[in-house]
C-alpha cells in the first residue's frame, strides 16, 4: 500500500478534462514538492510536471499541477486518445526518509 | 541528448544477488543523482535508491540492508546490487537521472528499464 494515495483509475471524453488527485500527509506532500509522471505501458515513466506546478519544455499546457496542504493534483485538459497512460505522483517522506511514489492511476479515453 | 541503458541478468535465482549496470551515454554524470526504481509485472513504482556522482547514498529503508549503489564515474556507469532476492524482487528495473536543487528534484531521463525474473 502506498504512501501516497491516489484513485485506481480516471476516464474521460475526448475534450474533457479529468483530474487525478494525490493524497499525502504533512511529512511529505504536506512539506516538500510533489512531480508527476505519465507512464504508456509497456515504457519508462515520463516527467510531466515538477516542483508540484512547473511543466518541462516540451509537455504541452494541457497537463497542469497544483498542491494544497497535504493533496496535489494532476489536471489533463482537453483529453486526447493519446493520453491513455498510467500516471505516478511522487514526493520525498521525511519519516521514511526516502522518495515514495502513489499507486498510479489509468487514465481511459473512452 | 543523455541515454540511459540498463543491462544484467534476465533471470536470478532465489536467495543470489540481482546485479545491474545502468550505462549513461551523451551527457556528464556530474552534478546529477542517479536513482534506481523498480516495478514488479502490474503493479507501481518502488525507489531503490539514488548515488550521488561523488559517491554518497541515500536507500530505501525497507531494502536498504539488501541494497548497494555504486558510481563509476571514469565508466559512465551506475550499478545495482539486491542481494538474497525472492519471487518478490521480480520486477522491471529502471535507472532514472535526478535534477536536483534546493526544493526541488525530478527525474527527467529513464533508461527503457530491464525485467529480472527470480526463478529457481
Known amino acids: 500500500q502506498s504512501v501516497l494515495t491516489q484513485p485506481p483509475s480516471a476516464s474521460g471524453t475526448p475534450g474533457q478534462r479529468v483530474t487525478i488527485s494525490c493524497s499525502g500527509s504533512?511529512?511529505?506532500?504536506?512539506?516538500?514538492?510533489v512531480n508527476w509522471y505519465q507512464q504508456v505501458p509497456g515504457t519508462a515513466p515520463k516527467l510531466l510536471i515538477y516542483?508540484?506546478?512547473q511543466r518541462p519544455s516540451g509537455v504541452p499546457d494541457r497537463f497542469s499541477g497544483s498542491k494544497s496542504g497535504t493533496s496535489a493534483s494532476l489536471a489533463i485538459s482537453g483529453l486526447q486518445s493519446e493520453d491513455e497512460a498510467d500516471y505516478y505522483c511522487?514526493?520525498?517522506?521525511?519519516?521514511?526518509?526516502?522518495?515514495?511514489f502513489g499507486g498510479g492511476t489509468k487514465v481511459t479515453v473512452l | 541528448q543523455v541515454q540511459l541503458q540498463e543491462s544484467g541478468p534476465g533471470l536470478v535465482k532465489p536467495s543470489e544477488t540481482l546485479s545491474l549496470t545502468c550505462t549513461v551515454s551523451?551527457?556528464?554524470?556530474?552534478?546529477?543523482?542517479w536513482n534506481w526504481i523498480r516495478q514488479s509485472p502490474g503493479k507501481g513504482l518502488e525507489w531503490l535508491g539514488y548515488?550521488?556522482?561523488?559517491?554518497?547514498?541515500k536507500l530505501n529503508p525497507s531494502l536498504k540492508s539488501r541494497v548497494t549503489i555504486s558510481i563509476d564515474t571514469s565508466r559512465t556507469q551506475v550499478s545495482l546490487k539486491l542481494t538474497s532476492v525472492t519471487a518478490a524482487d521480480t520486477a522491471v528495473y529502471f535507472c532514472?537521472?535526478?535534477?536536483?536543487?534546493?526544493?526541488?528534484?525530478?527525474?527527467?531521463?529513464w533508461g527503457q528499464g530491464t525485467l529480472v525474473t527470480v526463478s529457481s
Open positions: 532514472a537521472r535526478e535534477v536536483a536543487s534546493p526544493g526541488s528534484w525530478y527525474f527527467d531521463s
Open positions: 551523451g551527457g556528464s554524470m556530474s552534478s546529477y543523482y
Open positions: 548515488i550521488y556522482y561523488r559517491g554518497s547514498t
Open positions: 504533512s511529512s511529505n506532500i504536506g512539506s516538500n514538492t
Open positions: 516542483s508540484s506546478n
Open positions: 511522487a514526493s520525498w517522506d521525511d519519516s521514511l526518509n526516502g522518495r515514495i
